[in-house]
């Protein structure tokens, strides 16, 4: 369990931004709202760039990962173009969301894909702030010994 919360300063760097909000008492993540002048829409081959109008300041040791929305991916085929956001605590520039949908999305008849229409205000990813810790390396002159029975290779322990 954690012995203290830790505090995210942010500047809302564009106007009409938003502060990140929890939609829940148990929500892991908080979300990330759009800030745009006019509507954009998100379709298959268009993938667009949304500004989220803010700028962290991330304590040092962690980092914010940026994930897609559920009901994006479920419901519209939409996530996020590099599938998740990892921003350094040394990053203090805009963070911006990019969106693409996926070419199995919804078909009309003509073999269009419909557009995901994307609103200034709207919930178009979420974060979470999460405790990290870099690691030194060493290389080792052999390849390292087997433990346990793990010699099947790839997707060798759901068998």
Same mark, same amino acid.
């Given at each position: ?14 106007? $009409?931004?938003?502060? #990140? ?29 949304? #500004? ?7 304590? +040092? ?11 994006? $991916? ?40 419909? #557009? ?21 390396? +060493? ?12 010699? $099947?290779?790839? $997707?060798?322990?759901?068998?």
């Amino acid at each position: 369990m954690f012995t203290s919360t830790p505090t995210v300063k942010i500047n809302l760097c564009r106007p $009409g931004a938003k502060m #990140p909000t929890y939609a829940t008492q148990g929500s892991a993540c908080f979300d990330l709202y759009a800030v745009l002048d006019e509507p954009h829409y998100c379709c298959v081959g268009e993938p667009v760039i949304v #500004p989220v109008g803010l700028k962290f300041d991330i304590p +040092e040791g962690y980092v914010l990962m940026v994930y897609s929305r559920s009901g994006h $991916g479920f419901k519209n085929d939409v996530r996020l173009s590099n599938c998740v956001g990892v921003i350094d605590s040394d990053y203090t520039g805009e963070v911006m969301v990019k969106l693409s949908q996926d070419v199995d999305s919804y078909e009309e008849e003509d073999g269009m894909h419909d #557009p995901f229409w994307i609103n200034h205000g709207d919930r178009i990813a979420q974060a979470m702030l999460i405790p990290v810790q870099q690691v030194q390396f +060493e290389e080792l002159s052999e390849p390292p010994e087997q433990k346990g029975n793990r010699v $099947g290779g790839f $997707g060798s322990s759901g068998k």
